[in-house]
């Protein structure tokens, strides 16, 4: 284990992104925790209000990812300072990206449905740093031999293909699907070629006269609503709480 680590991990300098992922995630599922308390009225937490004011938690986590942000550039990738400065913006990542949603909606959406959207960019930005972290890079960079690099036209054309890929994924409805494709190009190109979901931007252009592709795909979103949903929000709330009803 020690000698992966220092192959993958240290020697490439992918230590700081390691720990700022762990601190990202550990500072997520900790927040959720106190806030689960602080909502149950148990513990010894409670809100900060100085003067009356409700300061939520993304006001220090923008803070720390500043500090932490700005720290990094100066310091490297390498060095004890690189390492706190990762830590430290990771820390601050999970703090604001918890509170995702109340940024999203300029409101208090915490305990609501739609406060399940922050549970939600907090997974997929672990997931997409992770791949990151095991070699994957945007666009399936990562998958050209060391010749292809040489070339800059194979490059760009590469790139510029994945990217189309991703994007087509993410006209058809697809958010999730596109993000991780933008770093497994194989995932985006699952969603391209799927049907458009119903509402989408590709759904209201290419679907408007072909009404046989329109309910094909209201009866197909309905499906994977309908099995996914309820798995989706019960890890939700089990690692998040469950919204207010």
Do not use: C
């Not at 599922?29 to 100085?50: D, E, Q, S």
């Not at 009356?52 to 990812?65: K, S």
């Not at 050209?144 to 087509?168: G, K, M, S, Y």
């Amino acid at each position: 284990m020690g000698h992966w680590l220092e192959r993958n991990i240290v020697a490439p300098g992918k230590l700081p992104l390691l720990l700022a992922l762990a601190a990202f995630v550990l500072t997520f599922l900790v927040t959720r925790v106190i806030t689960r308390l602080i909502r149950a009225g148990k513990g010894p937490f409670r809100n900060i209000r100085p003067g009356g004011l409700h300061i939520h938690h993304v006001v220090p986590g923008i803070v720390l990812m500043v500090i932490g942000g700005f720290s990094a550039v100066a310091s490297g990738r390498h060095g004890l300072a690189a390492s706190v400065s990762a830590v430290v913006f990771g820390t601050g990542a999970g703090l604001v990206l918890d509170e995702f949603a109340l940024v999203l909606h300029l409101d208090d959406v915490y305990w609501t449905e739609q406060g399940r959207k922050s549970v939600e960019i907090v997974v997929l930005t672990a997931a997409l740093v992770a791949l990151v972290l095991f070699g994957f890079l945007p666009f399936g960079v990562n998958e050209l031999t060391p010749q292809e690099l040489h070339d800059r036209r194979v490059v760009i054309a590469n790139v510029l293909v994945n990217f189309l890929i991703a994007l087509f994924a993410l006209a058809k409805g697809k958010p999730r699907i596109a993000l991780i494709g933008s770093v497994v190009p194989f995932v985006a190109l699952v969603g391209a070629v799927r049907l458009a979901r119903p509402g989408s931007p590709w759904a209201r252009r290419f679907y408007r006269n072909r009404p046989r592709a329109r309910r094909k795909a209201r009866v197909r979103a309905w499906r994977h609503d309908a099995r996914w949903a309820a798995v989706r929000n019960r890890l939700h709330d089990l690692v998040a709480g469950a919204p207010d009803r």
